[in-house]
């Protein structure tokens, strides 16, 4: 059964310090890799995806990047508008999304 | 471009009833997912609908929900006799085609039902 598990849970940043997020996955498979943003009360949006071992993606302030094991969404000089939940999700042979649970970005001005 | 469009965007039960959740997926897009979230939890896969077809219902609870994608309208999942439990966020997402190269699903704003 494919799996995915997103750490920390929650992540305080001040505004410009730069980190990043992980998310570990086992999969059958793998047909891809996405990132969504999930602000209180919306539906998730789509930010990236990535299909092999070595991928990197970039927008504005965000890069995803892939191994055969994990992915780490990094973010660089953050803002508060940055502030949301970031869902990891995997594709594998069959057509469902397998989600981690997010962690939850917030931050201070 | 509109997006994926949820109705209701809320919706409230009593135990008992029945829940209709309606989703009109992106212009282009003959693909439909069914994903539920519940509070402190990850998105969980329900269900997955072509066209007038059923192609993966493994995440859906074997009573009570059924869901369809007829020809022509939205895709409606359905609750009948809803308990308290099956309060919720529930949301629908799509992709223009599956098979082997894997496209983005993209997500509506979900319908939160609950059960009073």
């Known amino acids: 059964e494919d799996q995915v598990t997103q750490s920390p849970e929650a992540l305080r940043l001040q505004e410009g310090e730069s980190s990043s997020l992980n998310c570990s996955y086992t999969?059958?498979?793998?047909?891809?890799l996405f990132w969504y943003r999930q602000d209180p009360g919306k539906g998730p949006e789509f930010l990236f995806t990535?299909?092999?071992a070595g991928e990197e993606k970039e927008k504005e302030r965000l890069k995803a990047t892939l191994t055969k094991k994990e992915s780490f969404l990094h973010i660089t000089a953050p803002k508060p508008e940055d502030s949301a939940t970031y869902l990891c999700a995997v594709k594998g042979a069959n057509s469902k999304l397998t989600f981690g649970k997010g962690i939850t970005l917030s931050v201070r001005p | 471009n509109a997006g994926v469009m949820q109705n209701p965007r809320h919706l409230v039960r009593r135990r008992g009833q029945e829940a209709r959740l309606r989703c009109s997926p992106m212009k282009g897009h003959s693909h439909v997912y069914w994903y539920r979230q519940l509070p402190e939890e990850g998105l969980k896969f329900m269900v997955y609908l072509q066209k007038e077809n059923i192609i993966d219902e493994s995440g859906m609870p074997k009573e009570r929900f059924s869901a369809e994608f007829p020809k022509e309208g939205p895709s409606i999942l359905r609750i009948q006799q809803v308990v308290r439990g099956d309060s919720a966020a529930y949301f629908c997402?799509?992709?223009?085609?599956?098979?082997?190269?894997?496209?983005?699903?993209?997500f509506g704003p979900g319908t939160r039902l609950t059960v009073t």
């Open positions: 997402a799509s992709s223009p085609r599956q098979g082997l190269t894997t496209y983005e699903q993209y």
């Open positions: 999969v059958s498979g793998l047909r891809g």
């Open positions: 990535l299909y092999s």
